[in-house]
């Protein structure tokens, strides 16, 4: 299924998008798209079925906002350097294990809102990233096999950072991740039945309409099972907790000098196959 939270920014209500690309009321059956929802399978068979049965009621999504597909969110877990691709272009080695570092749920936007580059930033850069949206609680796993069961769904991110705040201002890279509007989710939460190899998605990003990124999931260094299970080793994952699982090459920060890194009036896209596409205009804060 591809869920997704609709209406003006802290009102959204749950939606669904249904096979035909119809947009359809889920108000009447559950109150948001949250980890409550991820976590009981009973519920979500009801969705699916009423879906099925074309019972749910028709919304017409003639400017209607779309909101982040994640209400309620707990955390989000950033992954550092996880693509072979990205480590290369800006002269790391691979690391050995996950680089760990946690965005605030208050950064969420929607997909295609606005994003404010920070007062004083020159460093603003772009990174289409899969989204791991936990569906089971998970602490202490054993295997990859079961991080991927944990997962209840996949969504697309960009992972907007400030490269000066996150490497050159001293302390942890939480920095240049946690400028306000930093974390566009969406447009969809796409159930994990869906996305059976997290591992064969193309990821693609644009700017003015030219294409920075055009990588795939094969490339990760550690795949979305094992980031899982690493994770879980450290901290207990809730459902509606937000994996952000790192990003392939073709940031700005990897690029020759000078760097071509976001100012105000930028446009930005991107797609992950089966996961939509985000589009966001890019302001002073």
């Known amino acids: 299924m591809k869920l997704l939270r609709v209406g003006p920014a802290g009102s959204e209500r749950p939606a669904l998008l249904d096979q035909d690309g119809t947009l359809r009321d889920l108000s009447g059956l559950i109150t948001d798209v949250d980890g409550a929802l991820l976590a009981d399978d009973s519920v979500l068979s009801r969705v699916r079925d009423a879906a099925a049965a074309g019972e749910l009621p028709v919304l017409d999504g003639e400017g209607l906002r779309i909101g982040s597909p994640v209400g309620r969110i707990g955390k989000i877990v950033g992954i550092g350097l996880n693509y072979f691709g990205h480590a290369a272009e800006v002269g790391a080695e691979p690391p050995a294990e996950p680089i760990l570092f946690l965005k605030a749920a208050d950064t969420v936007v929607g997909p295609d809102d606005t994003v404010l580059i920070p007062r004083g930033s020159v460093k603003t850069d772009w990174e289409a990233e899969l989204g791991v949206v936990i569906g089971s609680t998970a602490r202490y796993l054993g295997s990859a096999e079961e991080g991927l069961a944990h997962v209840g769904g996949y969504t697309l991110v960009n992972d907007v950072s400030e490269r000066e705040f996150q490497i050159e201002r001293g302390g942890t890279w939480d920095k240049g991740k946690n400028c306000e509007t930093f974390t566009?989710?969406?447009?969809?939460?796409?159930?994990?039945?869906?996305?059976?190899?997290?591992?064969?998605?193309?990821?693609?990003?644009?700017?003015?309409?030219?294409?920075?990124?055009?990588?795939?999931?094969?490339?990760?260094?550690?795949?979305?099972?094992?980031?899982?299970?690493?994770?879980?080793?450290?901290?207990?994952?809730?459902?509606?907790?937000?994996?952000?699982?790192?990003?392939?090459?073709?940031?700005?920060?990897?690029?020759?000098?000078?760097?071509?890194?976001?100012?105000?009036?930028?446009?930005?896209?991107?797609?992950?196959?089966?996961?939509?596409?985000?589009?966001?205009?890019?302001?002073?804060?």
């Open 184 to 285: 566009p989710l969406g447009p969809w939460l796409v159930t994990a039945d869906e996305i059976p190899d997290p591992q064969v998605l193309d990821v693609k990003l644009w700017v003015n309409g030219e294409l920075k990124q055009d990588g795939n999931t094969s490339d990760q260094i550690f795949p979305v099972g094992e980031v899982v299970r690493y994770l879980s080793q450290f901290m207990t994952l809730y459902p509606g907790d937000v994996i952000v699982t790192g990003t392939p090459g073709g940031v700005a920060m990897g690029q020759p000098e000078p760097k071509p890194y976001l100012r105000a009036g930028d446009v930005v896209e991107l797609e992950i196959e089966g996961l939509g596409r985000q589009r966001q205009e890019f302001k002073g804060a």
